[in-house]
């Protein structure tokens, strides 16, 4: 399974949705959150600078404050035009008969194996950005722990809610 993650390919003879590919409206979704993410750290950090001009907390190198401005600004394009690309294309699912995979990482690359017989809940959010952009984020939590799908089309995200759903009731039945 694994290899067929890393080379793309999916499983042969096993009843499965495809792997699917990320949504461009996803990846949009992704560039905004993290640009709103990165404008909310910017409002602090600035406070922070002109509450210390003014009340004098401590005295920092120039030279400091833009070194540390630096760094920030390049971590802030990593999160704002090269993160969300790279999220888009090593985050995938897979949805069999009996199991839910979930595929996620851009270091370290995971494969997560949930039975759907172990399935307890799934829950779909809906933010107020990912309203606008029409996409849901699915929960799946079991006994031992709650994961996470990429975002996904809201139609996509309930589909697969409601199949899971479904394949719950037919295996308790």
């Not at 969300?84 to 995971?110: C, M, T």
């Amino acid at each position: 399974m694994l290899s067929n993650y890393l080379t793309g390919s999916n499983q042969k003879g096993v009843s499965a949705m495809n792997t699917n590919e990320t949504n461009v409206d996803v990846v949009r979704y992704w560039r905004i959150k993290a640009f709103i993410h990165c404008l909310i750290f910017l409002v602090i950090l600035i406070s922070l600078y002109f509450l210390n001009q003014f009340l004098d907390f401590i005295t920092v190198p120039e030279w400091t404050l833009l070194f540390v401005l630096l760094i920030l600004v390049a971590q802030w394009l990593f999160y704002i035009a090269f993160r969300p690309s790279l999220k888009a294309k090593h985050w995938r699912y897979d949805l069999y008969e009996n199991q839910l995979i979930i595929f996620k990482g851009l270091w370290v690359r995971q494969q997560i194996s949930i039975p759907l017989t172990r399935v307890q809940n799934i829950e779909s959010d809906i933010g107020p950005v990912a309203k606008a952009f029409d996409i849901a984020e699915l929960r799946v939590t079991t006994a031992s722990q709650t994961n996470y799908l990429p975002e996904l089309k809201r139609e996509e995200a309930f589909e697969i809610q409601r199949k899971i759903q479904e394949r719950i009731q037919t295996s308790l039945t």
